[in-house]
């Protein structure tokens, strides 16, 4: 197939070594010029995935018409708060037939849209049935290595998270198909919020009964969300959902358990991000999450505290206290 990456950070790098190593015609853009032609002088790229060199097929492009207008299949791998410019920025094109799979993880801020949400504002010729996401537990460090990983292809339309599930899967990337678009979209972007929660617990010197809690409340504040939202319970239990909130808390790849990290020792959200080239999505879900939750009604405790420790300085300890000492409840509400 001819497909084009749209973003060349390390996710993007790595599904388009992937899908070249598979003999895919593909082409892999960067936003910013000097960077792609960086990358195509190098072979690498040795900002965002040092050391893993990119297969005969895979050609950078500097020019996003071009890139897309030879595309069969767009995966769209720019941070979450990107995507919308993006989109808009090729949505003149003909994109009949086309398949747009996403793999950005986040809720749009000021709107609470999950990624296929902004993809079909964006690009009003294209019909749900075409768009994808391809979600899971998978840092970009391990699937270039070629180190087991499974994933979820997911799309309104089956015969879609068909094409995506052939197009993506190796014997060490094995891709599952679901349907369930919302309660996969939900599961895998709100994880980064909890995730950060697990940082602070880790950086706050908490052990294993704290993780345990916030993997499993967390994991029971993402259903309530989902639930409210429409999507099936048992997407909770599959790879966007237990499996990505499980491997983002505990991998010590994980950025946005590492800002958690760094806010449980005590230091400031804007000193960490300044000094960190990748993004972590978390951060800015967090605020698009907990409006999505009071909008709807929806208890969301940890991403509040979340919230609180990020945006309005609260002291983690503090946080952790006042979770602690909310009023005692039933496990399921
Ligand atoms: N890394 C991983 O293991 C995984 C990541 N994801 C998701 O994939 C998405 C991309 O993350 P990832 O590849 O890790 O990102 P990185 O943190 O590795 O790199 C960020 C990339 O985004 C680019 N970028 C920044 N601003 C813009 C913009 N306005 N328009 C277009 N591109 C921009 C950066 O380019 P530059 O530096 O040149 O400005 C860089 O290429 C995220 O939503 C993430 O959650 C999902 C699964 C695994
Ligand atoms: O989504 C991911 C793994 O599945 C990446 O998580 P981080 O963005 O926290 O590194």
Redesign the pocket.
């Known amino acids: 197939m001819k497909i084009t990456v749209l973003?060349?950070?390390?996710?993007?790098t790595t599904l388009a070594i992937l899908l070249a190593s598979k003999r895919h015609e593909v082409r892999l853009w960067?936003?910013?010029p000097e960077?792609a032609r960086a990358l195509e002088a190098d072979r690498e790229n040795k900002?965002?995935l040092k050391g893993i060199l990119f297969p005969a097929s895979l050609h950078v492009v500097e020019n996003l018409h071009d890139a897309v207008n030879a595309a069969e299949m767009i995966v769209t791998?720019?941070?979450?708060h990107?995507l919308r410019?993006?989109a808009a920025a090729f949505a003149d094109l003909n994109l009949d037939g086309k398949v747009i799979v996403n793999?950005?993880?986040?809720i749009e801020r000021n709107t609470g849209k999950r990624m296929s949400e902004v993809l079909l504002e964006a690009l009003p010729a294209v019909t749900p049935e075409q768009i994808a996401a391809l979600y899971g537990p998978?840092?970009?460090?391990e699937v270039a290595r070629q180190q087991p990983t499974t994933v979820v292809a997911c799309s309104v339309s089956e015969t879609t998270a068909r094409q995506v599930q052939e197009a993506f899967h190796t014997s060490a990337f094995r891709v599952y198909v679901n349907t369930d678009l919302i309660g996969v979209e939900i599961a895998g972007s709100v994880k980064?919020v909890i995730a950060i929660a697990a940082g602070i617990s880790d950086g706050l010197g908490f052990g294993d009964n704290a993780k345990a809690a916030i993997i499993t409340r967390g994991l029971a504040e993402i259903s309530r969300l989902s639930a409210k939202l429409g999507a099936d319970p048992l997407t909770m239990s599959g790879l966007s959902g237990i499996g990505d909130l499980v491997v983002t808390c505990l991998s010590r790849?994980s950025?946005n358990r590492y800002v958690g990290e760094q806010i449980g020792k005590g230091r400031k959200l804007d000193d960490i991000l300044g000094e960190m080239?990748?993004?972590a999505?978390g951060v800015l879900s967090s605020k698009a999450v907990l409006e999505l939750a009071n909008r709807l009604g929806v208890d969301m405790p940890i991403t509040r505290a979340v919230y609180e420790m990020l945006f309005e300085d609260k002291p983690a300890p503090q946080a952790i206290l006042d979770l602690m000492e909310r009023e005692p409840k039933p496990e399921n509400y």
Not at 103 to 106: D, L, P, Q, R, T
């Open positions: 973003g060349a950070g390390s996710w993007g960067a936003h910013r960077f900002r965002y791998a720019v941070p979450s990107a410019a993006t793999v950005a993880k986040g998978s840092h970009a460090e980064n790849h950025r080239s990748m993004v999505e």
